[in-house]
């Protein structure tokens, strides 16, 4: 077994190293796959970018074409000159994919959008001239701009009309087509490219799940194995006398010589340790004078009660000390192990019984969430009618009560203090009586 164990703990050692390393090998695939991704939408949104800001110019050009307020024009240019949104979103793909034929339909469409500002250019001219503005505070790029003589002699009207009319007629609506034409080109090309690029990267995974598969199988294989031949070697000859043991029953006498022995040396053991346990166990948890439970056995049922269905009922045996005093301890002890079998039997079976002290008793009552209080009033008149009534030369005595009942598992001192205090009332009344709290 230990040769076995050792070449199994190899076996399984060397598996799980390649595992670990295939492991290591997915996570790479998994994060070049995001990686893939993650470089697809940045370009997307490159190629995007550059596409907005052109429509972004086309809006600002109209917008002036058709109101000739200055700040559309301004707008125009800061995208234009400053922002150059077009510029960093071409440089950016540049970075990524290099010279690809997605970044050349990308460039296709920057220059489509650049050639398109010198229509701009002319538009935004014969705006400013319809409105009479002094070009000298306009831009260079519209101070340069020359109108023809046809254009120059046209009305303010006419001039504000075809203004318009360029950044909206046909040939505008064209150019600004094959600037979307060549950004879906690109995205349609990054597409293309990121797909083969995936591809690959799926196929390196594929392998190495496969490889994580097998491996997940020999491992199996051979913790299974390991599992049989320990099972067949070593578990099976004590199968049947741990059965018995785990039972704590005494091991039948069969078998070999050596475990006969055993087992009888055992099956002695056994049913003197069982003799001693359970006199130990009633010892601990009954009172010796009454044969009820004792303060341990109260202090259990106390802690492991249901208090949230349960009810304290605590008795104390009024003026017991002038008993003791006046008749002897003998007849005391004689008239507790007498209370203690009227309440016994004053209560249900399942009720626990309890001497706590000289002359306290107390009983937990389970279930007792509903039970009225009369009932308890009853039974406490009743022990005192039979405690005031004895036997031979016993002495007659009394009991008070107080009771309570709970209110929930974190409420078992609250519980008590109720009851005690309850007790205490009704002592000092003048006892033999019983007081429920809450009424």
Not at 137 to 143: A, G, N, S
Not at 261 to 290: C, G, I, V
Not at 358 to 377: C, K, S, W, Y
């Amino acid at each position: 077994m230990r040769r076995l164990n050792y070449l199994m703990a190899i076996i399984m050692l060397v598996i799980s190293v390649l595992l670990l390393f295939a492991t290591v090998r997915a996570h790479s695939g998994y994060n070049a796959m995001r990686r893939h991704t993650d470089e697809y939408i940045h370009w997307q949104r490159e190629a995007f970018e550059l596409q907005r800001a052109s429509d972004y110019l086309t809006e600002q050009v109209r917008c002036f074409a058709q109101t000739g307020k200055r700040e559309y024009l301004d707008n125009y240019f800061e995208e234009a000159n400053v922002s150059r949104h077009r510029d960093k979103a071409l440089e950016s793909v540049r970075e990524f994919i290099g010279e690809s034929e997605a970044y050349s339909a990308l460039v296709s469409a920057m220059n489509e959008s650049v050639a398109l500002m010198d229509r701009e250019y002319y538009s935004m001219r014969l705006t400013v001239a319809a409105n009479g503005y002094d070009i000298s505070e306009f831009p260079e790029e519209v101070r340069r701009t020359e109108l023809s003589e046809e254009d120059a002699l046209l009305s303010p009207e006419e001039q504000a009309e075809k203004a318009r009319l360029m950044v909206f007629d046909d040939m505008y609506h064209m150019k600004k087509e094959a600037i979307t034409e060549n950004a879906n080109e690109c995205l349609l090309e990054l597409a293309e490219e990121i797909d083969a690029r995936q591809e690959q990267t799926e196929d390196v995974l594929n392998n190495i799940l496969d490889r994580q598969r097998f491996l997940i199988i020999m491992a199996i294989l051979v913790s299974g194995l390991t599992m049989i031949l320990t099972l067949l070697l070593v578990i099976s000859p004590l199968l049947r006398a741990v059965v018995y043991i785990r039972d704590d029953e005494p091991i039948p006498v069969r078998g070999s010589n050596e475990f006969q022995f055993l087992a009888k040396t055992y099956n002695l053991m056994y049913e003197a340790n069982r003799e001693q346990k359970e006199q130990l166990a009633f010892d601990a948890t009954h009172d010796s004078l009454t044969g009820i439970y004792n303060r341990s056995g109260y202090d259990f049922f106390l802690k492991n009660a249901d208090w949230a269905t349960s009810a304290l009922v605590l008795f104390d045996v009024d003026k017991f000390k002038q008993v003791n005093d006046t008749f002897g301890h003998e007849t005391g002890d004689r008239v507790l192990a007498r209370v203690a079998q009227i309440l016994k039997g004053s209560f249900r079976s399942q009720d626990y019984v309890c001497r706590i002290g000289g002359d306290e008793f107390a009983v937990i009552m389970v279930h007792a969430t509903n039970a009225p209080r009369e009932l308890l009033h009853s039974k406490v008149e009743r022990i005192n009618q039979l405690l005031r009534n004895p036997d031979g030369d016993m002495p007659a005595v009394h009991v008070s009560c107080g009771a309570a009942y709970g209110a929930g598992d974190e409420d078992v001192e609250e519980t008590f203090r109720q009851a005690d205090a309850a007790l205490y009332r009704i002592k000092s009344a003048g006892g033999c009586g019983c007081e429920v709290c809450p009424e």
